[in-house]
T-cell receptor
């Protein structure tokens, strides 16, 4: 069955330090992968997505992610974290296959805290 | 442009009562999704529609849950009767859903927080 695993429930990073959030997926076909961010009391916002091509994808707010098929991973990175990046981050895979539309399965999320 | 609009934002009800959550997707989007978020289970896809037709409802927990999309601009998620374990934040999201080339971005509403006592 398709699944997304985010091994880290909670991460604390100092402001200005680099960040890497891990994501592993299980999916039989070529995956379409996504990272979303959720601020408290808000819905989710797309950070970046991978469909095909270059395995390093750039997103909004200075985030990037690298798709590694051999490791079934799609880790999110940012070189220098800002206090405003504190939020919950979700990795997701599209499981709609050949059906119409896009249906995303989300990991359980990683909460990022930023210390000063 | 208005985003996805959900109502109510907060709902507190008693066990056994009927609950109806409402969603207005972004105009022009033809896919609509209902998700449930809890601490224990994270974000779960309950059901999604494309062009008002339910495509996959395998995530609907049980017969007490039902969803409809009578037209392109409105959807409801109904729980009857409600139970305390249904307490969660329910998100509606929409997307263009026109195919794999440009799909992928789901636009989420701010959620409906349901508390069943």
């Amino acid at each position: 069955a398709q699944s997304v695993t985010q091994p880290d429930i909670h991460i604390t990073v100092s402001e200005g330090a680099s960040l890497e959030l891990r994501c592993n997926y299980s999916y039989g076909a070529t995956p379409y992968l996504f990272w979303y961010v959720q601020s408290p009391g808000q819905g989710l916002q797309l950070l970046l997505k991978y469909f095909s091509g270059d395995t390093l994808v750039q997103g909004i707010k200075g985030f990037e992610a690298e798709f590694k098929r051999s490791q079934s991973s799609f880790n999110l990175r940012k070189p220098s974290v800002h206090w405003s990046d504190a939020a919950e981050y979700f990795c997701a895979v599209d499981v709609s296959a050949n059906q119409a539309g896009t249906a995303l399965i989300f990991g359980k999320g990683t909460t990022l805290s930023v210390s000063s | 442009d208005a985003g996805v609009i959900q109502s109510p934002r907060h709902e507190v009800t008693e066990m056994g009562q009927e609950v109806t959550l409402r969603c207005k997707p972004i105009s022009g989007h033809n896919s609509l999704f209902w998700y449930r978020q809890t601490m224990m289970r994270g974000l779960e896809l309950l059901i999604y529609f494309n062009n008002n037709v339910p495509i996959d409802d395998s995530g609907m927990p049980e017969d007490r849950f039902s969803a409809k999309m009578p037209n392109a601009s409105f959807s409801t998620l109904k729980i009857q009767p409600s139970e305390p374990r249904d307490s969660a934040v329910y998100f509606c999201a929409s997307s263009l859903g026109t195919g794999k080339v440009d799909t992928g971005e789901l636009f989420f509403g701010e959620g409906s927080r349901l508390t069943v006592l």
